[in-house]
């Protein structure tokens, strides 16, 4: 039975990418098995560049007021919602409620959740109190439940490669560098003899790029930057390590067996950071950390094939890579259980 599902979601330069990627994933899952998909949106640019052609992108004029997309489910009938957007508050989980079967994907607890099937797929999630109103919604917590992109789920069933001497290094900040920290992490593999990938995302600034090259040019380090690569899971792969933002790239990292440099750089990135460092699966920086923490994370990594080896082996472990089918199998049963 062909379902329509609408998923209210936005991301972009400004707020960052985290939320359109794993929202695709599930995209990409529904369209497989024939279901119609609606992307509903306050950011229809950068929409329109994660998701596939197949899909409608409907444009709302607002983040946070429920109206106008209420006014748009009751004239378009629909089957299933899927939320992945900090604004969609509990009053606006509610009016959606009130129309149609709704699936709450929320990282933290900032909001009450009013819904059907709620989702938090970090490595902290079990371990929060929620507040639920009306029936307690089913629960789908913790790494198991990671949305992580078809390439990267195909790719963590291979086992990774392993060099006891590091050769390959990853710059990753995700889509935006928010934080501006690219430059500075570039520049800590100074002095060091190591091939460095790194990825300029789609939500770079040309003036951001443009600092980035001049900061490689100006080290010792063999440095190639590349804006948004179509072989950047091969890259992730391959590297012995990699410089990451505590984003939704964490579980990525993790599910290819890439040990990480992690450091967070906005609130909602804390929870991930203080996760890793209480299991001990990668190197944490703090928020506020300079060029000197950088190096030593580095160092750390160069000299120590046992940690390396641990945390490959850790990351493999906690993050499968089967979060989507198995998310993606609880939103269809919705429509079943609501039938």
Known sequence: MSLSITIRVDGGPEIGYGHLIRSNSLTEKFLSREQAVTIATTTPEPARSVFPDAVEVITLPSRGNPDPFAEWLDANSQDIVFTDAYPVDTEYQHAIHDRVSLAVLQDDTRHAVCSDLFINGNLSASDINYEFIGEKPKTCLGTDYALLGRKIRNRAKDEPPWRA?????????GGSDIANLMPTAVRAFDGFDIHVDAIVGP????????????????????????????????????????????????????????????????????????????????????????????????????ADQEQRQAYRNLGRQLVDGRGVERVSAEILSLSEDNG
Do not use: H
């Open 203 to 302: 939500g770079f600034s040309a003036a951001q790029e443009r600092t980035i090259r001049a900061t490689a040019e100006d080290i010792s380090a063999d440095v190639c930057i590349a804006r948004d690569p179509d072989d950047l899971v091969e890259r992730m792969f391959q590297a012995d390590f990699a410089v990451s933002t505590s984003s939704s790239t964490t579980y990525e990292l993790l599910a290819l067996g890439t040990p990480i440099v992690s450091v967070p750089v906005v609130d909602n990135q804390e929870p991930i950071a203080q996760s890793l460092r209480e299991r001990d699966v990668a190197r944490t920086l703090d928020r506020d950390a300079g060029k000197e923490a950088f190096i030593r994370a580095i160092e750390a990594y160069m």
């Open 165 to 173: 001497q590091p050769e390959r290094a990853l710059v990753i900040m």
